[in-house]
T-cell receptor
Framework: GAVVSQHPSWVICKSGTSVKIECRSL??????MFWYRQFPKQSLMLMATSNEGSKATYEQGVEKDKFLINHASLTLSTLTVTSAHPEDSSFYIC?????????????FGSGTRLTVV | GESVGLHLPTLSVQEGDNSIINCAYSNSASDYFIWYKQESGKGPQFIIDIRSNMDKRQGQRVTVLLNKTVKHLSLQIAATQPGDSAVYFCAENQGTYKYIFGTGTRLKVLA
């Protein structure tokens, strides 16, 4: 089945630094990937839709200059949290759509736990 | 905006009993629904899905029921096992690539 790999699985960084999170589709091509944020004991909140070869589409209230998304290939999307602050600490999850399956073939990565100290 | 919600935040069931997790959605235009299972520290895992032209779909030990009249979705787990303990989310798709997730229900299986 489709596998999405997310790296790193956890990261601790100092306030003011930037952190890059990778999302890879291992055995399929993904023209569209999604980035979610999840606070403890809460649901997944869609942050942005990452489109291969074009700019990402951000959800209302998400700062595009703070959460930089790059989808340079059909198998890789990256989320960079710039100038991270403690309030950015969260669980970040990506999902990818297997374009060979249709609109409903989504697979989630295992998530990245970001802690900003 | 419109959202998907859940009636019960926590559900405790005895091992071997059946579990029923409920979800209410508000957008009548949603045409596809998925139930996900999320274990602690992991990403969501697909459990079962259902399209709006169906009212019931069965998988292995799981059944999803869709009542479009009252905009209600439920997940039934038969013979609940300790490994079923997790948070369960329903998600709706409104015909685009985006999914809206519900608030989640934590299922606790008691030995």
């Amino acid at each position: 089945g489709a596998v999405v790999s997310q790296h790193p699985s956890w990261v601790i960084c100092k306030s003011g630094t930037s952190v890059k999170i990778e999302c890879r589709s291992l055995d399929f091509q993904a023209t569209t990937m999604f980035w979610y944020r999840q606070f403890p004991k809460q649901s997944l909140m869609l942050m942005a839709t990452s489109n291969e070869g074009s700019k990402a589409t951000y959800e209302q209230g998400v700062e595009k200059d703070k959460f930089l998304i790059n989808h340079a290939s059909l198998t890789l999307s990256t989320l960079t949290v710039t100038s991270a602050h403690p309030e950015d600490s969260s669980f970040y999850i990506c999902s990818a759509r297997d374009r060979g399956v249709g609109n409903y073939g989504y697979t989630f990565g295992s998530g990245t736990r970001l802690t900003v100290v | 905006g419109e959202s998907v919600g859940l009636h019960l935040p926590t559900l405790s069931v005895q091992e071997g009993d059946n579990s029923i997790i409920n979800c209410a959605y508000s957008n009548s235009a949603s045409d596809y629904f998925i139930w996900y299972k999320q274990e602690s520290g992991k990403g969501p895992q697909f459990i079962i899905d259902i399209r709006s032209n169906m009212d019931k779909r069965q998988g292995q030990r799981v059944t999803v029921l869709l009542n479009k009249t009252v905009k209600h979705l439920s997940l039934q787990i038969a013979a609940t096992q300790p490994g079923d303990s997790a948070v369960y989310f329903c998600a709706e798709n409104q015909g685009t690539y985006k999914y809206i997730f519900g608030t989640g229900t934590r299922l606790k299986v008691l030995a």
